[in-house]
Structure formats: C-alpha cells, structure tokens
C-alpha cells in the first residue's frame, strides 16, 4: 500500500522548534517532487517548503524562510520538515506530500499524508 505517514508536531513557544517527519511506504522519493503544506483555521492551504530531486530546486514561501528546512533522509524513504525560531502565526495543520508531478518545485496531487497539528503558543 503506498501511504505517508506523518509524525512530530505538538505544541511549542514561541522561538521554538520542532521537526516533522513523514516516512513513505510502498515508494521512494528518489523521482518525487516532495513538500510541506499547511492550513490553518479559515485559511486556505498553502505550499510551504518543497523540494524537486531532478533538477535539485527548492521553494520556501517567504514566511518561513531562514527558518524552515526541508530535507529527505539519505535512503530517500524519509522526508523532513525542521521549524526553527517558530510563531505564533506558523500554527496549523501541517501536511507532507509527494507526486511525479510538479509545479514548480512543488508536487501537485500524488499522495498525502494524513496531517499532524503544530500550535505555537505565545
């Protein structure tokens, strides 16, 4: 069965971090656009970090950069999202995903994982 599945949000202050994880089954990452998405309440989803293996490009939208890592762990099975130095604003629903089809350097459709929450008290 081909799945991701997320693990590593909870709650933090502010100026904290965490490290999200999202480990895949029944694939790889190696041809994959990969990203990090969140949505918080009322707000629409948006891409976040994303990263595309063949042509090594990366996006981070503006409010996370400097701050944000994304990173897939060397058997490309295991793709990360580290959240440094972390805001009240940065609290949401997070979501990994992967597809052979991107936009950019961002996957579009494909597979997503399930969601993990991140809230960031003040």
């Known amino acids: 069965e081909v799945q991701l599945v997320e693990s590593g949000g909870g709650l933090v202050q502010t100026g904290g971090s965490l490290r999200l994880s999202c480990a895949a089954s029944?694939?790889?990452?190696?041809?994959?656009?990969i990203g990090w998405f969140r949505q918080a309440p009322g707000k629409e989803r948006e891409e976040i970090a994303c990263?595309?293996?063949?042509?090594?490009?990366?996006y981070y939208a503006r409010s996370v950069k400097g701050r944000f890592t994304i990173a897939t762990s060397n058997d490309k099975n295991t793709m990360s999202l580290q959240m440094n130095s972390l805001k009240p604003e940065d609290t949401a629903v997070y979501y990994c995903?992967?597809?052979?089809?991107?936009?950019?350097?961002?996957?579009?459709?494909?597979?997503w994982g399930q969601g993990t929450q991140v809230t960031v008290s003040s």
């Open positions: 029944g694939f790889t990452f190696d041809e994959y656009a």
């Open positions: 990263f595309r293996p063949d042509d090594d490009s990366t």
């Open positions: 995903a992967a597809s052979s089809v991107a936009a950019g350097s961002c996957p579009i459709s494909g597979f």
